[in-house]
């Protein structure tokens, strides 16, 4: 029996609310439970250096936490001057799952950054990140076809992420903290609608993982991922933005 | 005419959301019209050093935007390396107003640490900051007199805050943030229920201030800091914090 | 009794001394007792990014202690990779304590940097630093008009300021460190020699503050800034700047 | 074709010199191919704090490239003030992945510091860094072994990591900078001796991948891993160290 | 004929103001012509970590220089989070030179803190630091002796510093600014009274140098040392000090 | 007796293996008995700022060690954000030591930057440096020559640098690390092939030094010097680069 009374396949609720900020181009509040990331995506009329004058777009995505989005308060990044490994790791990952998506090549030369800052968080922040930050990003790009800037929408299909991991011997879906504090192995899966990998990454925490347990993680990670990519739609359906 | 057909000696909106994080000790969103800001309150049982063995507290606080607060995307602080001149002038205002109403001596050996987060900004972050970090706090404070950690709530009295500033010449109270870049003179006042003064700043953007003007624009904020403390008593009231 | 010997509203002897750099454009030794600030005025030709190709000038200041300012010495700030909060706040101070009065607009696309650098401390630097800020830029501007380069003296009238606090319950001018650090309110006036506010910083240390007490900082204040743009003028004289 | 003629299926010729520190208590230089990397493991009688007074012991790595390890030389990450994000991934992973295969329990309150500094890199410096950190970390338990201050080595199996890739749509095992810059994906396996999973990570770069293609990727990574247990265990048995 | 009409063998005008800040346990402002160092020697009752409970003490220095002690303003080293490599190199070499005549065993567990911040440069700051930095750490370390804290001054004989160098194939001594940017070898000799080498660097600016060109730069600076010594001497025996 | 059995005037076995890095233009392997240092030539066709457009070239080096070089692991720099003093000294001697017989004005508006990263350290690591840094310097600037990109080579003449300095009152050639923990005096000299002095630096660590006392260590150093360029000359020969 998990902490919230669970099944072992079964995610925590999920929500996505649009529209949280009225300077973003695209936003929301993503939920997986207890944990809750504000996503915007900014669209910049400029690109990076390696791909000035070559008509190509760019996707990049940032994430932090709130001090008192952890259990106990987590000091700013700022005061030791640095982002942490941790920070860096999943910011570069949330980076590569928008872009797997994202026909970058017919977005204009222009950039779109994902800010994900977690408002509060109970394990799957970056997961809860990826499954927002596509949000914003959708919302964002769909408003430059709407204003004419693009012709059509230049995403190849939705992406969501959700992680899983073994508790005691028992393959979970969608770890909160005190799971995820306890397993022995986790894995993040983002996926595409259609079921695609985009990335894969498995840690053994304590000792060495069977191949077929990582067998046995994906096909809840696939359960997990569909529902995510349902409320997706849903949310931007009913935004008029799908 | 002030931009959202507002008379000059009126607030924005004034909201105040207490608990909305699981977390923290004390919490709470705070709007003045469209800026919004997530004050959170941290009780932590250690002292800065200066303090240590004194058996007495201390309040501190940090401000930071989200980098999508802002009309335009602003980078995050943690890329240079530092906190920027106008981000350490704001939290060391916030600390000091709220020191200011806190009996330090009286909350025993213990820190309360209060983060303003800015989600969304239009002008007068700052006087939002102080407005709903008041709140986080007092909550924050009642929480240790209600587990019997404190005999009685260790605050003189409320604490809250206001803009008000000289737009073409004429005194308006509660500048949003286009009438805030076009002030001849920008003031912040920080006052206590019964309207002392806590903190006062003034600053004549472009010419100089006639002493007159500045007894204008005191006026204004006394009403509408007067309003602020109303709102902050409903909210703890209604919050069973009061 | 003041620990000098000093009546409430009697400044401390104050001394400037012009000419003090060879290399700098400007350039003066300030004293306000004990307090020594070296204030240097550098003209560079050439504006931050935000003013390129609009013609306009800027001034811009900049502040710092010496190690051993200090009654025991405190670390350089360099060590810590980065500028106090504190640092911060008095440096941005004066630069807008200057732009207040400087004629930007008529400047040429120019910037004087206002460096204050100070050799002792003994309370009120940031006042002494205005002070002598105002001279050395001054003696600037008059040298690129009496070179040509300038047709007349693009500032509209002195700026000085001074402290003044309350000390146990009574009212007083120029605070040395003694008294700034016993003092229940303490007030920065940044005034014009026409009495004008430029800037008006009060902070209850300890306990809030009745409007009233304010009123009665302010005359004193503005009994200091009389004194203290007459010797401005009277070191300006000297030097045949005036 | 590959660029240098190998099958699909064919590491790269790999060679371990054992012994090349003469102050680390365990160093070897590993090659993949032209890849070149430097490990060293120390031991210090001492681990991080959250470890203090517990008996068990740690393991930890980092990794960094000389400024001409690349093909044009790349910028010391000193001159910039901190490490990138690249890095600091790397390094954990190499981290995690030998602390998966060490009993720290069984290690003594004691921490083994495995640097990986890239000589010369051509792909594949993470897990050249992996396999040969692997070796460091195994000699200098095996000398406090012999030196009596542990009773068995610490440690459950060999570990050894190995990339593969999609290239044109092939699976190829070990990828050189060349593959690597064009593969349409990207996996790295950490595996035990056994064959066991300590870390996965599968990235697609350009489009998502089908599942299929990474059970492909997965049986080329278990052959390449064999014959890196195998080099270590040659070059362990040749310095008497098995 | 040198730019200020000196002879070859001549150093500039030399002044030692001893007794420049009312804090600083020792200070001067030394002068070598237009090049004006403040150094102040402060006492800690403190060592480094490597000096605990040794009984023995320490002296170490600082060196900085103000944005406008050089001909064209120079940025604040704190903008950059860090000092320059010339910077530390200097105070680096004003330490040792101190160090090789102060008898750190007979100094009690204390560190002595000489700070040599340049106000005016023009050539030999750090020869006029030395030179000051002598005078203000005697001051501090006699202070101590009169105050009955050392039973006798813990200084083996004064040391002074002096640089030269080829100009036009000419040795000349004491090189001002406009002579060291031309120069095509610089020296720095850094002598006890009795004329012993502390510290001696040379540096072919241009082309290698001759072993006989060096033995004559030695002969110049061991004139000027003497000088030096003998103005030390005279401004410490006028302070009550020799 | 020394450590090694060497007697006082006989450098430690000296290496030189050219050709260690397949992307450098230059590089070696350079080892004063344990000390071993990896130096590489990285060509760019771009200078710094101040070069720009006067069709001059520059030589630059930079020095690290790696953390297990020394007997007990030494922190990355990376880690404080910053090089140490002790680095930047060394890099700043290296890189004055190559200029001074690069003819740089004939090297074309170019840039060799010379990396020199102590692999393993025994003392003298800085002289090891500069002696191979010119290896690799010397290596990459006969490729240039060979591929027609410059007429001839613009070199001066060899550059080799060996430390000495007073043990127990000897003076000995070539310290190591031990020899050099302990000396009274110690002394870096740059010469050229030919015998001049590049640079030459003396410090004494403990009391200060005769004057005879250098003149003792610059002949056992003259010696030095001579067989290190010896070593150079038949390394650049047997790899066709002389």
């Known amino acids: ?14 929500a996505i609310e649009i529209g949280v900020n009225r300077h973003a181009e695209g936003s929301c509040i993503v939920s997986f ?20 004058n070559t008509g190509k777009g760019w996707v990049t995505a940032e994430y932090a936490m709130l001090p008192r989005a952890t259990h106990s308060r987590t ?19 949330i980076g590569r799952s928008l872009r797997a998506v994202a026909l970058v090549d017919s977005m204009g030369e222009r950039q779109i950054v994902v ?14 990140s990826i499954t927002g930050g596509y949000v914003a990003l959708h919302e964002a790009l769909q408003k430059l076809v709407k204003k004419g800037d693009l012709p059509k929408l230049p995403l190849r299909e939705p992406v ?29 899966f983002v996926l595409t609608a259609s079921g695609k990998v985009v990335e894969l990454q498995v840690t053994a925490e304590d000792a ?35």
């Open 75 to 93: 000091a700013r990044e700022v005061g030791k001057g640095r982002q942490s490994g941790r920070t860096m790791e999943i910011q570069r990952l």
């Open 1 to 14: 029996m998990r902490t919230d009374g669970r099944q072992a396949n079964v995610l925590r609720p999920v």
């Open 115 to 128: 800010d994900c800052d977690v408002l509060q968080a109970d394990g799957g922040t970056r997961t809860a």
């Open 33 to 52: 439970g207890h944990t809750r990331v504000l996503c915007t995506a900014t669209v910049e009329e400029r690109v990076p250096p390696f791909l000035r």
């Open 160 to 188: 969501a992420a959700i992680s899983c991991g073994l508790v005691k011997g028992q393959a979970l879906l969608d770890l909160d903290y005190v799971e995820d504090s306890g397993a022995e192995a986790d894995a993040n």
């Open 208 to 242: 060495p993982l069977e191949l077929a347990q990582i067998a046995e993680l994906q096909i809840l990670a696939e359960q997990g991922v569909r529902q995510l990519v349902e409320a997706q739609m849903a949310a931007l359906a009913a935004a008029g933005l799908a």
